[in-house]
């Protein structure tokens, strides 16, 4: 009699627990498709906090996906109904990548290989939010990224950095580009468009200036005596116009315009050397002047000694 009791009361549970089940899974009506419509389900846990709750304290995979496919065998979709129903996945592919996809757009927004090269179709960027225009191109503020541009169709690599950059090596800053765009090499405040705190080694330098001195040899232009030019050289102790040693102490030397102070200054050494040259040539022609008629008057005194001697020997 007990028996029989148990047996209906197992029956009953036994029941109940198909028809507990049969409503949690359920088949999708004309599909092969079977859904969940309980709660939580839980996998080495009986306390699940989400829809899918794994836990897995051995040191090995919670989820293996395998596939056997070009594409989505092995893959994962998420999607958010939020966000218009947009769908992004992660797949790997035969060759080992890991491919991180715009599901909807059927483009890989990055790629990582099996050597562990990353590649991005997009810019790397710091606040997704805080962008500029740049040749009709949105770029971010913080940002680093590849594209085509005015240079060249082929990809160009844009770095931007809104507050300034800074290049370390050994745990010390080399070089840096403010806010400004001045580049200090060596420094970390640099004052101009390149300022370097060391040795410049260079097999040319080119500058690009106006007023080049060439209007010295003007025959309008004012060429100071040489009584001028000594006592500006006794009075400050430098040549007219070139800056002196304490000025170049404190603010530095301009080398284009002191090239072309230098050039100014051998251009009127010139000029003096041509005028001292025609002076000497024209004593020079005033000495043979000189001798020709010394010469003269030297055969005049000749003959007429010539004359007196032979009058005396009469």
């Known amino acids: ?38 709660g939580n389900a839980g996998i080495g846990t009986l306390t699940p906090t989400g829809p899918l709750h794994i836990v897995n304290n051995n040191n090995t995979r919670s989820i293996t996906l ?23 996945g992660i797949y790997a ?14 483009v890989d927004r990055m790629i990582i290989n099996n050597i562990g090269n990353i590649g991005i ?8 939010n805080d962008n500029f225009t740049y040749e009709g191109r949105s770029f971010g503020h913080y940002a680093f990224g590849w594209g085509a ?3 060249n169709p082929s ?7 809104y507050g300034g950059m800074k290049f370390f090596t050994a745990g010390q800053v080399k070089m840096s580009i403010d806010i400004n765009g001045n580049v200090g090499i060596g420094t970390t405040t640099p004052q101009a ?54 000025e170049v102490e404190k603010n530095g030397l301009d080398v284009g315009d002191n090239q072309a102070t230098l050039l100014k200054k051998i251009e009127e050494l ?22 020709q008629q010394m010469k003269l008057m030297q055969n005049e005194i000749n003959q007429l000694k010539g004359l007196l001697e032979s009058k005396a020997n009469k």
């Not at 395998?66 to 992004?88: D, H, L, P």
């Open 1 to 38: 009699m007990k028996i029989s009791r148990f047996l209906i009361v197992l029956n009953c549970f036994l029941v109940f627990n198909q028809s507990l089940h049969a409503q949690q899974w359920a088949p999708v009506p004309n599909t092969p498709n079977i859904y969940f419509s309980g």
């Open 66 to 88: 395998e596939g056997n496919s070009t594409g989505w065998g092995s893959g994962i979709v998420f999607k958010n109904t939020a966000t218009q129903g947009k769908s992004y």
């Open 93 to 106: 592919s035969p060759l080992g990548s890991w491919h991180f996809s715009d599901n909807d757009a059927g």
């Open 121 to 128: 179709t997009g810019n790397i960027t710091y606040n997704l």
């Open 149 to 151: 541009d005015s240079w």
């Open 155 to 161: 990809p160009t690599a844009w770095l931007s950095a």
């Open 193 to 246: 468009r390149l300022a370097v705190n060391g040795d410049i080694f260079a097999r040319k330098i080119k500058v690009t200036m106006s007023g080049w001195p060439d209007y010295v040899f003007n025959a309008s232009y004012r060429l100071r005596p040489l009584s001028e030019v000594e006592q500006c050289i006794k009075q400050y102790g430098h040549l007219p116009e070139v800056v002196s040693a304490e």
């Open 270 to 291: 010139t000029l003096y050397a041509i005028q001292q040259n025609n002076k000497i040539e024209e004593q020079n022609q005033k000495q043979a002047a000189w001798e």
